[in-house]
């Protein structure tokens, strides 16, 4: 049989997730200027089993990841002091963040002559709190955590296994070969959802066109402005910045490499769904050592959050703050800091972060009734958000391995496209690691 002179898969996957989102404001375009119920209703569907299908593998996949990551510690070298470094980036890199988000809230004002009716918006039923916070970590029942798709807790089991099985030595080695195969094989499987990005992607878009107009969206439009902005001023001055005066690398060469993950961040709002992307990337393309990356990008993926942690919840308190009258002083500037930088592990990766917005406004005394205002925009905010944590989730380690002389420049150098990718590679994911 002749080869067919089109494959869908040839597609560049970038080209692919375009020309969803171009598809999917269209349709929403005309879902809503039509008033077509049935093609809202189908955008909407769409998005929403995509999401679903990326939350299903949520659980299993952060389990082992977080099993595999510390056990993978005993083959690399100076392990506590890399985790330790890390860590500290990972503070460093989101108090910039929180810095830009507080400087940019405080510039622009965007909750100054916002005319809003307060007294309907409802706080969110689930709310944040240092208590809640603090006393959920630990599960009452482990298969709970699984069940409820608790991510903090699932990230503290996986986190107290893989120390045990550390210090089992070779009696774990039975566990650790059967937690490996798990996590492959829930990796695969997320793979090939990940190949549904696109349609995910017109469905998401879609939905979010057809059911947030101009008129709802118009009070809000500063404030959706400062987040996207002040992303781009961390993806486009901070990171670029810590890239060229701390690593001495090309900021060009990092998003290059860095890119699918990124986009695929973009449409799917999730950093622990777009985890093994992410740590492909870092280690196929960005040079970091596999050893390292398997610790690295899993503890990234539940605990570093520059978009959702940092830039929106200084945002977002500022503007909740001035539309309620509540005057902030620099108590109150230093508070949002602090929970910025300790507590961006409450957002745990998952789509949406209003269980950290509400622990900002619950430790200042401001009303969390505000977070409702913002639900209408928190999916288009929640886009630009994740990207900019999943770029700061690869950025971190390549930062480490280059201080620590890991960090491999002839992959990072290389350019995407030319990068030696094996038979296995290629037939598994043909268009995710195209050049960007």
């Not at 977080?66 to 890390?86: D, E, F, Q, Y």
């Not at 007294?119 to 959920?136: I, K, R, S």
């Not at 899993?298 to 005057?327: H, N």
């Amino acid at each position: 049989m002749p080869a067919l002179p089109f494959s869908f898969t040839r597609i560049p996957f970038w080209v692919q997730i375009l020309a969803g989102l171009v598809l999917g404001v269209v349709l929403g375009l005309v879902a809503r200027n039509g008033d077509v119920a049935w093609l809202s209703t189908t955008l909407t569907t769409v998005g929403e089993l995509f999401i679903q299908l990326l939350k299903l593998a949520v659980p299993p996949l952060v389990f082992t990841a977080v099993v595999a990551s510390i056990a993978n510690l005993r083959g690399v070298t100076n392990a506590a002091r890399l985790a330790g470094r890390t860590l500290m980036w990972f503070m460093a890199t989101s108090l910039l963040a929180v810095i830009v988000g507080l400087g940019l809230g405080l510039l622009t004002n965007p909750g100054r002559g916002v005319t809003l009716d307060t007294g309907a918006a409802a706080a969110p039923t689930h709310v944040g709190t240092w208590t809640d916070f603090l006393t959920g970590i630990i599960p009452t029942n482990p298969v709970g955590a699984f069940v409820d798709g608790n991510v903090l807790q699932i990230v503290f089991l996986g986190a107290v296994v893989g120390a045990a099985a550390l210090q089992l030595g070779a009696k774990a080695q039975p566990f650790l070969a059967l937690n490996t195969s798990v996590l492959e094989l829930v990796q695969k499987a997320l793979w090939w959802v990940i190949r549904l990005a696109p349609i995910g992607t017109l469905g998401l878009i879609g939905k979010a066109v057809s059911q947030y107009g101009w008129d709802l969206l118009a009070p809000l439009a500063t404030f959706t402005v400062d987040v996207y902005l002040g992303c781009l001023i961390v993806l486009g001055v901070v990171y670029p910045a810590l890239l060229l005066g701390f690593g001495r690398l090309s900021p060009r060469r990092f998003y290059a490499g860095a890119w699918p993950a990124i986009q695929l961040a973009f449409v799917s709002r999730s950093s622990v769904g777009t985890m093994p992307l992410t740590q492909k990337v870092t280690v196929e393309r960005l040079g970091v050592p596999q050893d390292y990356a398997s610790f690295a990008v899993p503890f990234g993926a539940t605990t570093k959050m520059d978009g959702c942690a940092a830039v929106y919840p200084a945002l977002a308190a500022i503007f909740v703050a001035q539309v309620f009258g509540v005057p902030l002083g620099v108590k109150e500037l230093l508070l949002i800091a602090f929970v910025s930088v300790v507590g961006s592990a409450a957002t745990a990766g998952l789509t949406g972060a209003i269980v950290m917005l509400t622990l900002t406004l619950s430790t200042l005394g401001l009303p969390l009734a505000g977070a409702g205002l913002l639900l209408a925009v928190d999916p288009i905010l929640d886009m630009m958000r994740t990207a900019t944590n999943v770029a700061g989730q690869a950025l971190v380690p390549v930062l480490v391995a280059r201080r620590e002389g890991m960090l491999d420049l002839a992959v990072y150098d290389a350019p995407s496209g030319d990068l030696p990718t094996s038979e296995a590679t290629r037939e598994r994911e043909p268009a995710l690691v195209g050049s960007a």
